[in-house]
């Protein structure tokens, strides 16, 4: 063949083969385990060539390493491959004919333990080896120890881990406005539409005396219950000053384009202008006298450049009446100031206050420092201070100390320093920053919100002067009746339909509600719906943006005695004393709002 000029020098007879896996055995060593790689370590596959041939004792395979340019998808760790894998383990196991066959020792020892048990009638712990599947002695051990195994497995494991989701009996008060309420539900909302004349009667006659019925935890048939449809339209409706019915006059900010093109005959008429105004301001002062005396528990003044809140005594963990506007500019602020109304910013102060701590503690750890640091550590909180009060980190010192490394330097009269005016200019360009931004709510309370009343009578940039909305009044909302308000009723819309899912197609049945929507609205429609749709339904949340920063906190904490002192107060204002016990509890949201809420098995669980 050496001779032939076809002959490889790489090419080895069958017998060549044979010698040079038995001699690859034999350097293996006796002590090698013989049970199948593929089975005993995890994430190795057994050796290309296969077991070998004619070699005395249990079957063995090589073991081939890992590739390390291989491609995730081509290893053991691929997930396809991985139970690919668990399946061959478990079918080879149990099938006794496969690759990985147990040795005839270990027969000999499972043979021996069983004849063990028949005599003594207990059950003995059986050497295991890696190669043998776990399922094959499953019924040698009790019931306790099959459930003990179960709890160790991997899937087990991770059920076990996850804390069961705390029950929310109750979702936080959410103070600004909304646009539109999306519900879904598996269940019908057929009961919400097409109601009669004698339930949409009864709904008003309600909402106007404040009576609520008290609904069962469970409707079993919803469209024939009378209570549950007259509580649905008693929930729709509100009061709003002025009302023109050719104009929706909700939203205001931002609203140019659903003016543009209306009717406006006041636009140019002075005397219509002068007459609005008049009556705008009877009804506003109606509906604070309201909010004092506790028979009005809120209500908004929406503008076309900023809405207010104003809150009885008691609501959101406040003492007083407070009053939040935004957002607002530094005209505005000025003006106020003018005025002689004592307001804060929530939002700026809380900055400050988290700075501050966090110089504060900085300071505390560095206490056990030499005389040298803490001298560093005084000053570092010195200039921290400085930032906090100009709010701005670029600032430069008002005063000559900031420039004196100029004179060490020798350079102080090469360099111009910033004079009073450009430093003042600063701070007016820090404060015109806040404008138009959450940053700049306002907060007013206790006496000074009547101050704020009048306030917002005489003041002239209240009502623009030009543009779509020129010479209209704010848009007055509350949940209660004052002097020149009309009743206004949301639109209410149920739609069935069908979306898709894995297995096909779903029914999911949908309620939509549209208009000004308050907090007590969406308080009192999710408790209405709790026991008809059986505590079973979604509700997706449109909020009006510019009205989201009013959830801020102004109170962290509320006793559960102030709280029941709130609710008593409160209790001739027109809403249910669960919804005012809601809107007295400090709300969480910041200066967020809820955008999803789920109920599930009569649990909250919502999404800001």
Not at 123 to 133: G, R, T, V, Y
Not at 135 to 157: G, N
Not at 204 to 222: K, T
Not at 579 to 591: R, S
Request: glycine letters at 6%; proline letters at 6%.
């Amino acid at each position: 063949m050496s001779e032939l000029g076809c002959y490889s020098p790489s090419f080895k007879k069958p017998s060549d083969v044979l010698r040079m896996r038995r001699k690859r055995a034999r350097s293996e060593g006796p002590g090698r385990n013989t049970s199948s790689p593929a089975v005993s370590l995890e994430g190795v596959r057994p050796f290309t060539p296969g077991p070998l041939l004619n070699a005395p004792g249990p079957t063995s395979g090589g073991v081939k390493r890992r590739n390390p340019f291989a491609n995730i998808e081509n290893t053991y760790n691929s997930p396809k491959k991985r139970a690919l894998s668990h399946t061959d383990c478990d079918n080879s196991a149990l099938d006794g004919k496969s690759i990985e066959e147990r040795s005839k020792s270990s027969l000999r020892e499972e043979l021996f333990n069983t004849d063990l048990q028949k005599q003594h009638g207990k059950q003995l712990q059986k050497p295991l080896s890696f190669s043998e599947d776990e399922s094959l002695f499953e019924e040698d051990l009790s019931e306790s120890e099959k459930t003990t195994r179960v709890l160790k497995s991997p899937e087990a494991h991770v059920i076990c881990d996850t804390t069961p989701s705390e029950v929310c009996l109750e979702f936080p008060a959410d103070w600004s406005l909304k646009t539109r309420l999306l519900f879904t539900s598996p269940q019908s909302f057929s009961w919400a539409e097409h109601l009669k004349a004698q339930e949409e009667a009864q709904g008003l006659s309600s909402h106007c005396r404040a009576e609520y019925a008290n609904l069962p935890a469970n409707i079993q048939e919803p469209r024939g219950c009378v209570e549950l449809r007259c509580g649905f339209q008693q929930c729709l409706q509100y009061w709003q000053h002025p009302s023109l019915p050719w104009l929706s006059l909700f939203p205001r900010i931002g609203a140019e384009r659903k003016f543009s093109g209306k009717s406006t005959p006041w636009a140019q008429e002075a005397a219509l202008q002068q007459s609005l105004m008049s009556d705008w301001s009877v009804s506003l002062t109606s509906l604070y006298s309201l909010l004092k005396a506790r028979l009005c528990p809120y209500f908004y003044l929406c503008s076309y450049q900023f809405t207010v809140l104003f809150r009885a005594a008691g609501l959101s963990g406040a003492k007083g009446i407070t009053a939040l506007l935004s957002p607002t500019t530094r005209g505005l602020r000025e003006a106020m100031k003018a005025e002689g109304i004592e307001f804060s910013l929530p939002l700026l102060e809380e900055r400050r206050k988290n700075k501050e701590h966090s110089s504060s503690s900085q300071i505390s750890d560095g206490t056990q420092q030499t005389d040298t640091d803490e001298h560093i550590s005084t000053e570092c909180n010195v200039h921290s201070e400085n930032e906090n009060e100009d709010d701005d980190d670029d600032d430069d010192d008002d005063d000559d100390g900031g420039f004196s490394w100029l004179k060490e330097m020798g350079v102080q009269d090469k360099i111009k320093k910033p004079d009073a005016i450009s430093i003042k200019l600063r701070k007016e360009h820090r404060e015109v920053r806040l404008d138009h931004r959450p940053e700049s709510v306002v907060l007013v309370e206790g006496s000074n919100t009547f101050t704020l009343l009048n306030f917002l009578i005489n003041c002239k940039s209240l009502v623009a002067a030009a543009g779509s909305q020129a010479g209209l009044p704010p848009t007055l909302l509350a949940p209660t009746a004052f002097r020149g308000a009309t009743l206004h009723t949301l639109k209410a819309r149920s739609v069935n339909v069908k979306t898709r899912v894995r297995t096909g197609y779903q029914d999911v049945c949908s309620l939509e509600v549209t208009g000004a929507i308050m907090p007590h609205t969406l308080h009192a429609l999710i408790q209405l719906l709790k026991p008809a749709q059986r505590g079973d339904f979604s509700v997706a949340l449109y909020t009006h943006e510019p009205t989201a920063v009013l959830n801020i906190p102004i109170s962290q904490t509320a006793e559960q005695q102030q709280l029941e002192a709130v609710v008593q107060d409160l209790g001739r204002c027109g809403l249910q004393q669960s919804t005012v016990q809601q809107l007295a509890t400090p709300t969480v949201l910041g200066k967020n709002a809820l955008r999803q809420l789920h109920m599930r098995e009569h649990s909250y669980s919502w999404k800001s």
